[in-house]
C-alpha cells in the first residue's frame, strides 16, 4: 500500500476498495515501526488522523467528492496548525501551539485530507541539508548515512520511505526542490504568491512559498489544486485564477522547446550527475522535444544576491521572537535588554544566528546601498535572464543539485553548504515555478532533473514532468526502508 | 568591505543577540567568507537597473475598513511567557 | 544677540477607521488589555499584513486639502528596533516613498495676519503598543490593543519662527483633520500627538542651529509652553559659551521644562528597507479625482467665504470656522434666522458661553442650531427683545419648551409695542414716582438723560420684559419733559 501514489491511493479511496481509515493506520504503523531511524518527524499526530481518517470516510460515505478526501498527508513544521506544536524546527518555538491554521492547512482540512503530523527542517526553513534543527537531523532513507537536502528534509524523507504518501514542503532558495532530489521523489515550488504564506513561518517573505512532495508529478498537480489560489489574508498572494493542474498531464511533448542553461552545466557540477541529467533529455527529445542551449548570464551571482536579500528579510521577520509574547523566554532576565540578548541567544541556533548578523549588518547605516540596494538590482537582472530565456523556450532544464546526497557532517563551512543551491536559488529570486523529478542515480543516491518554466506555468511543468514519469521509471524506485513491511 | 569584530559586535546589538567573545571570533570568520562570496556583486554592473523587491509586478490589494478579527486574548495567551490581568509582562522598562 | 528660533512639526494624527492599518481588530480606545490585539497585531508567526483601504483613503483627503501631490506609487517600509510595545521589532512605516507629497497649509496668526506652512510630507503608519508602568512585581505590563492602530504622520518643513507659529499650524492640521472627519482629533486619548524640532539661530544667518527634538507634546497649550522653554534655555546655552546637541526631549508639564530623554541611548540604526509582506500601493488619477470630488468644504475656504459672502469680521470668520461642528452649527443656525452678525454673535456668546460653563462640546448643545436659528430671528423681527431672547434661550437649554415660539407664548414674552399700552405704563409709573419726577423736572436738561434710566427700569419691570426698550425711552422722555 505504501508504495502507491496518491493518485492510485485516491482511486482505491474511490472504489471502496481501501478506507482512510486503513490507509492512515497503515502509515502510522510504519511511522512509529520507521521514523527512529530517519527523524523525518517532529510531531506525529496519530489520534486526530485517524479521527480525522474516519471523518474522511463518512464524506466520501456521504459523497464528498474531493479527489484527495481521507489521503494521509505530512506538513513541513513551518506550516502553523491550530493545537499542534508548530517548531519550525526551533528552539524558540519548542513549546509553541499555533492559535490557528496556516491557510494551507485550512484548505488541506477542507478537502477532507488527513495529516499524519509536522516533518523535521532546519530551523527556521534555513539550511540545505536538515542538519539545523533543534530536533536533530534527519537520514536520508536510501543511504542513512547521507543527508536528506533541506530545509524540507522531513517531508522529503518521509515520503521517500513511504512514511506518508505526500507532504508539504516550502521552498525559499530550493528547499523543496533539493530535497526532493537528495531523497527521488518529485517535488514542485509554484511561482511566488501561486500559493498563500498566511500561516507559514516567515524566513525570506519574498522569497518563501509552499508547495507540494510526493512520488509523482501527477501527484504534485493533485495537491497543488489544493493548496493554490488567492487568499485575501496574504498581500502577496496572486489574484489569478487556478486551472485544473490535472487537465494539462497527458498532453503532448512534441515541438516542446528545451532550454538548458549552459551556467548550469559548468564547473562544480559532479560529472555523474551531468551524465543523468543529460540521458533524461535524451529521454524528452524521444518524446518529440527540441533541445537548445541558452544562456542565464548572471547565474553566478545569485547565490551572492540571496544571501544578502533573504538574511536582510529575515533578520527583520525573526525579530518578534523576543520572548514577551509566544515562543522560548530565558529564565530570570534581569532587564530587558538581557530578556531579548538572552532569549533569543539561548532559542536561536548557529545558522540562524548567523543570518540574522548578516542581515542586520548588510542592511545597516554604511552598508545598505552597496549591499542591500544592490543585491536588489541584480535580482531585476537574474529575473530578467529567465523572462529573456522563455522568450525562446518553453522550459528550462538543467540539475536540481550540482551533486548527490552528501554524507551527514560533510559541509562544514557555511559557503560550501550555500554553494548546493547554485541552481535552485535564481528561481527563487525569479519568482519562477520549478520543480525536481527523479532521473537517476549515482551510487545509489538519487539524481533530480530541474524543470524551470515561466511565471504561472505550473500546469506545463507539471506535464512535462508528468511524460517523463510515463516514459521512465526513476519515480517508482524504492529505496529499501520502503520496500520494508510495517 | 572587510568585516571588523565591531561590526559583528554591532549587528549582535542592533539583533539583541547575546554573544560571547569566543563566539565573535567565529562569527567575524563565517561572516567574512559569506561577505567575501557576497562581494561579487559589486562586479555586475547595474547602472540603470532599478531594485527589485518583488519577484511579481503586482500591487498592494486594499481590504474593506471592517471589524473582523474579535477578542481572542485567552486564546492568544495562552502560549505567552508571562502575563498579568490580560497585560504580557517584561522587564522594568525605564523611560 | 537677536535670536530667531526655528520650529518644525511632526504631528501624529490617528486615523478614525473602524479596524486597524493592517488587521481586523477593532480601533476603539479604552478597551480591556489586549483585547482588541490580533494576531497580526501581535506579530504572531505566520500572520501577514493587509492594507485598510480606509486609511488609504483618509492620509490621500488630508493630502488633497494640503494641496499636496500624490505620488502614483507609494511603498511601506520596515523600522526596525526592539521595544516592548514593537511586537513585531520593527514598525510598518513609510520611509522612501511617502504616501503624501509636499503639501503647504494656511495659518492665520492674529485677524489679519496669514503664513504659509510647507508640510515636506505626510506618511502611513502603524502605531505602537502602551507599556503600563503600574507595579506587577517589579515588571511592566504590555497591552497591545493600540498596535496597529492607522496613523498618518505629518511632516512640516521647518518654517515657523515662534511658538504661536506652531501652535496656530498644530490648529489648523487639527481644524483640517477634524473637518476631513478623518480623526477625532482627541489630543486628551493621544489621537493627535506631536514631536517639535526646535532651534534657535543668530537673526540674519541662514545655517540652521543644531536642534533638539521634544517628543509626544500632546496639547496645543504644551506645545507652546515647552517651546518656550526649550528656545530659551538654547538661547542661555549659547550665550554661556555652550553648544546645542542634538537630541530628543521630553516636556515635563508640571515642571514646565524639556529634559534630556536618552543620555546613554546609542545613536538609532533603524535598519529600513520595504516590507516585503506589502506591495507598492499604486493610486491612479480616477481614484484621485473621486476623492477629491468628496472633499468637503476646507476651513480655510469657509473662512474666506464667512468674510466675504456673509460679511463676518476676520474675527468672526476664524473663530466660526475652526472646528468643522461649530461651523455647521453657526451655518444653520444662520440659515434658520437670515442674519449672519446675529448668528454669529449668539454662536460665540450665548451659546459658548454655556457650552464652557458645563463643559460640553457644541455637537452636545441642548439647544439646537433649529432651536438657535428661530430664537435670532424672533430677536431680527422684533417679537421679542434682547432680554427675553435671554430668557428664552435659558429655558431652551433647560429643556424647557420645543422652540423660541411655544417659550415666548407660555411666558409671555412677546414684545410690547403698542404705544397706547406702553403709554398706560408710563403714566401709571409717573404717577407711582412722584419724589423722582420731581427730581428729574428740577434737574438741569444734560442730567436728566441719566435719570431717566431709573423711569425706563421701572416701565420694563412693570411690562415684565416685554416693552420695546426703545419706544420706552421715547415716550418716556417726551412724558417726562412735558411735565411742568
Redesign the interface.
Known amino acids: 500500500m505504501h508504495n502507491q501514489t496518491v493518485t492510485q491511493l485516491a482511486a482505491a479511496l474511490k472504489s471502496g476498495e481501501l478506507s482512510s481509515r486503513e490507509i492512515t493506520a497503515h502509515y502510522l504503523q510504519r511511522i512509529e515501526r520507521l521514523d527512529g531511524k530517519l527523524n523525518s518527524f517532529i510531531s506525529v499526530t496519530a489520534e486526530q488522523a485517524l479521527n480525522g481518517a474516519e471523518a474522511a470516510d463518512k464524506a466520501r460515505a456521504a459523497g464528498d467528492t474531493h479527489a484527495l478526501a481521507g489521503i494521509p498527508l505530512a506538513l513541513k513544521d513551518i506550516f502553523c496548525t491550530k493545537g499542534v506544536k508548530t517548531s519550525c524546527g526551533s528552539k524558540m518555538l519548542d513549546n509553541f501551539e499555533a492559535p490557528y491554521d496556516a491557510t494551507v492547512v485550512e484548505k488541506l482540512s477542507a478537502a477532507h485530507t488527513v495529516s499524519l503530523g509536522k516533518t523535521n527542517m532546519d530551523e527556521f526553513a534555513m539550511g540545505s541539508s536538515n542538519e539545523n534543527s533543534h530536533y536533530g537531523p534527519v537520514k536520508n532513507p536510501w543511504d542513512l548515512t547521507a543527508v536528506p537536502g533541506g530545509s524540507s528534509g522531513g517531508s522529503a524523507a518521509a515520503v521517500a520511505a513511504g512514511l506518508v504518501p505526500a507532504a508539504l514542503g516550502t521552498d525559499t532558495g530550493g528547499s523543496i526542490r533539493q530535497p526532493a532530489a537528495f531523497c527521488g521523489i518529485t517535488g514542485l515550488k509554484p511561482t511566488y504568491g501561486r500559493v498563500s504564506r498566511f500561516g507559514m513561518i516567515a524566513y525570506a517573505s519574498s522569497l518563501d512559498q509552499a508547495g507540494p512532495m510526493a512520488r509523482s508529478a501527477s501527484d504534485c498537480a493533485h495537491l497543488l489544486n489544493v493548496i493554490a489560489g488567492h487568499d485575501v489574508r496574504d498581500s502577496t498572494c496572486a489574484t489569478r485564477g487556478v486551472p485544473d493542474y490535472t487537465e494539462q498531464l497527458n498532453a503532448p511533448l512534441s515541438g516542446l522547446k528545451i532550454g538548458l542553461p549552459k551556467e548550469y552545466f559548468g564547473e562544480g557540477l559532479n560529472a555523474d550527475v551531468e551524465r543523468a541529467v543529460r540521458e533524461a533529455v535524451k529521454v524528452y527529445e524521444s518524446l518529440g522535444a527540441t533541445v537548445r542551449e541558452v544562456s542565464l548570464p548572471h547565474t553566478h551571482y545569485a547565490i551572492p544576491a540571496y544571501y544578502v536579500i533573504a538574511p536582510a528579510e529575515a533578520s527583520s521577520n525573526l525579530s518578534r521572537y523576543d520572548g514577551v509574547r509566544f515562543g522560548h523566554r530565558c529564565e530570570d532576565p534581569k532587564d530587558l535588554i538581557d530578556l531579548y540578548t538572552r532569549t533569543r541567544a539561548e532559542g536561536f541556533g548557529e545558522e540562524v544566528k548567523r543570518r540574522i548578523l548578516i542581515g542586520t549588518h548588510t542592511l545597516s547605516e554604511g552598508f545598505f546601498d552597496a549591499y542591500y540596494i544592490k543585491a536588489q538590482k541584480v535580482r531585476r537582472l537574474i529575473r530578467q535572464d529567465f523572462l529573456d530565456a522563455f522568450e525562446d523556450v518553453d522550459v528550462l532544464m538543467g540539475p536540481a543539485a550540482p551533486t548527490t546526497a552528501f554524507d551527514l557532517g560533510a559541509k562544514k563551512d557555511p559557503v560550501s553548504m550555500y554553494l548546493q543551491d547554485i541552481y535552485t536559488i535564481a528561481v527563487n529570486l525569479a519568482g519562477i515555478p520549478g520543480m525536481s523529478v527523479p532521473a537517476g542515480f549515482v551510487d545509489g543516491r538519487p539524481v533530480g532533473l530541474q524543470i524551470l518554466g515561466t511565471h504561472f506555468a505550473e500546469a506545463q511543468l507539471l506535464n512535462v514532468a508528468h511524460q517523463f514519469q510515463q516514459a521512465t521509471d526513476w519515480h517508482l524506485q524504492r529505496p529499501a526502508l520502503a520496500e520494508e513491511n510495517a | 568591505m572587510a568585516l571588523e569584530e565591531s561590526h559583528v559586535r554591532r549587528a549582535a546589538h542592533l539583533a539583541r543577540l547575546a554573544i560571547s567573545d569566543d563566539q565573535a571570533g567565529r562569527f567575524v570568520d563565517d561572516l567574512s567568507q559569506i561577505l567575501d562570496m557576497v562581494d561579487q556583486l559589486q562586479q555586475v554592473n547595474t547602472d540603470g537597473v532599478a531594485p527589485l523587491a518583488h519577484p511579481l509586478d503586482a500591487t498592494q490589494r486594499l481590504r474593506a475598513d471592517e471589524v473582523t478579527d474579535t477578542n481572542q486574548r485567552d486564546e492568544y495567551q495562552r502560549c505567552a511567557p508571562a502575563v498579568e490581568d490580560g497585560l504580557y509582562l517584561v522587564p522594568r522598562v525605564v523611560e | 544677540m537677536q535670536w530667531e528660533t526655528v520650529i518644525g512639526l511632526e504631528v501624529h494624527v490617528q486615523l478614525a ?3 486597524k492599518i493592517f ?4 480601533t476603539a480606545f479604552g478597551s ?9 497585531d ?15 483613503a483618509m492620509a490621500v483627503q488630508f493630502g488633497l486639502a494640503v494641496h499636496a501631490g500624490i505620488p502614483e506609487v507609494s ?1 511601506f517600509d ?1 523600522k ?1 528596533y ?1 521595544y ?1 510595545d514593537l ?4 514598525q510598518t512605516s513609510q520611509m522612501y516613498h511617502p504616501i503624501v507629497g509636499p503639501g503647504e497649509v494656511e495659518i492665520t496668526l492674529d485677524d489679519e495676519v496669514t503664513k504659509r506652512i510647507r508640510i515636506h510630507h505626510a506618511h502611513l503608519e502603524e502605531d505602537a503598543g502602551k ?3 503600574e507595579d ?9 490593543n493600540r498596535a496597529g492602530t492607522p496613523l498618518l504622520e505629518i511632516v512640516s518643513e521647518p518654517d515657523m519662527r515662534s511658538a504661536r507659529e506652531a501652535a496656530a499650524y498644530l490648529k489648523a492640521i487639527h481644524s483640517i483633520v477634524t473637518y476631513l472627519g478623518i480623526s477625532d482629533g482627541n489630543m486628551a486619548e493621544g489621537s493627535m500627538r506631536c514631536d517639535v524640532n526646535v532651534s534657535v539661530r543668530p537673526k540674519g544667518q541662514e545655517a540652521f542651529g543644531t536642534r533638539a527634538e521634544i517628543k509626544n507634546v500632546n496639547s496645543f497649550r504644551f506645545v507652546e509652553r515647552a517651546i518656550a522653554f526649550e528656545v530659551e534655555r538654547q538661547i542661555e546655552l549659547i550665550e554661556d559659551g555652550g553648544e546645542v546637541v542634538q537630541e530628543t526631549r521630553l516636556f515635563d508639564p508640571e515642571r514646565d521644562e524639556t529634559r534630556s ?1 536618552r543620555t546613554k541611548e546609542e545613536a538609532n ?1 533603524y ?1 529600513y ?2 516590507c ?7 493610486l491612479d488619477q480616477a481614484y484621485l479625482d473621486h476623492l477629491k470630488g468628496q472633499l468637503p468644504e476646507l476651513p480655510a475656504d469657509k473662512r474666506a467665504r464667512f468674510q466675504n459672502e456673509l460679511g463676518l469680521s476676520a474675527y468672526d470668520a476664524n473663530v466660526l470656522s475652526a472646528s468643522r461642528e461649530m461651523a455647521e452649527f453657526f451655518e444653520e443656525a444662520h440659515q434658520v434666522c437670515g442674519d449672519a452678525k446675529q448668528a454669529a454673535n449668539w454662536v460665540q456668546g450665548e451659546l459658548s458661553g454655556a457650552l464652557n460653563r458645563e463643559n460640553l462640546g457644541v455637537v452636545q448643545s441642548p439647544v439646537s442650531a433649529q432651536q438657535l436659528g428661530q430664537l435670532i430671528k424672533r430677536v431680527v423681527d422684533g417679537t421679542i427683545n434682547g432680554k427675553a431672547a435671554k430668557e428664552v434661550f435659558q429655558a431652551l437649554w433647560n429643556g424647557q419648551g420645543r422652540d423660541a415660539d411655544e417659550v415666548i407664548e407660555a411666558k409671555g414674552l412677546k414684545q410690547v409695542t403698542d404705544t397706547g399700552a406702553i403709554e398706560a405704563m408710563i403714566d401709571e409709573v409717573i404717577a407711582e414716582n412722584p419724589a423722582q419726577v420731581a427730581q428729574y423736572r428740577d434737574a438741569e436738561p444734560d442730567k436728566r438723560g441719566k435719570m431717566i434710566g431709573y423711569f425706563v427700569g421701572q416701565v420694563m419691570k412693570a411690562s415684565r420684559g416685554t416693552a420695546n426698550p426703545q419706544q420706552v425711552n421715547g415716550l418716556l422722555k417726551e412724558k417726562l419733559d412735558a411735565l411742568r
Do not use: C, W
Open positions: 477607521t473602524r479596524s488587521s481586523g481588530a477593532s480591556e488589555p489586549n483585547t482588541q490585539a490580533s494576531a497580526v501581535l506579530g504572531l508567526p505566520g500572520s501577514l499584513p493587509v492594507l485598510n483601504e480606509q486609511a488609504v511603498v520596515r526596525n526592539f516592548p511586537p513585531k521589532g520593527y507599556s503600563l508602568h506587577f512585581q517589579g515588571m511592566t505590563g504590555i497591552d497591545l530623554m540604526d535598519r528597507f520595504p516585503p509582506d506589502l506591495l507598492p500601493v499604486v
